[in-house]
């Protein structure tokens, strides 16, 4: 296998076995956190007080969430939405804000479906 096929077969792996982006983006959905960029809460900080969350931890997954393209970061610690965070407003296409929501029916379908 040559380097190059080797790394993009890593990379691939990675996409595939990452838990971390689905849990982010639930935690913003449950947050509310689109609506209140949409709503013109843009600082790190207005997003904190208004989620009841720490002000560090909110913009450290933020920023992860920047590089999966979920959000902007126009300058330091002032974010935006994506076509992407768009979709995970209340008032969103296709209700994907409810269902990602980890309190609400998305999950508890997620929690009570049988297994194999």
Same mark, same amino acid.
């Given at each position: 296998?040559?380097?190059?096929?080797?790394?993009?077969?890593?990379?691939?792996?990675?996409?595939?076995?990452?838990?971390?982006?689905?849990?982010?983006?639930?935690?913003?959905?449950?947050?509310?956190?689109?609506?209140?960029?949409?709503?013109?809460?843009?600082?790190?900080?207005?997003?904190?007080? &208004?989620?009841?969350?720490?002000?560090?931890?909110?913009?450290?997954?933020?920023?992860?969430?920047?590089?999966?393209?979920?959000?902007? &970061?126009?300058?330091?610690?002032?974010?935006?939405?994506?076509?992407?965070?768009?979709?995970?407003?209340?008032?969103?296409?296709?209700?994907?804000?409810?269902?990602?929501?980890?309190?609400?029916?998305?999950?508890?379908?997620?929690?009570?479906?049988?297994?194999?």
């Amino acid at each position: 296998m040559s380097e190059v096929t080797r790394q993009n077969s890593d990379t691939d792996l990675r996409a595939l076995t990452d838990l971390a982006t689905p849990f982010a983006i639930r935690t913003v959905a449950t947050l509310q956190v689109p609506d209140l960029i949409a709503a013109g809460m843009s600082t790190v900080e207005q997003l904190a007080v &208004e989620t009841g969350t720490n002000p560090d931890a909110l913009g450290r997954l933020l920023r992860y969430l920047v590089h999966r393209e979920v959000f902007t &970061e126009d300058e330091p610690g002032v974010f935006g939405l994506t076509d992407i965070g768009r979709l995970l407003c209340e008032d969103g296409p296709g209700g994907q804000r409810a269902w990602l929501d980890l309190s609400g029916l998305g999950l508890r379908e997620l929690v009570s479906t049988p297994g194999p």
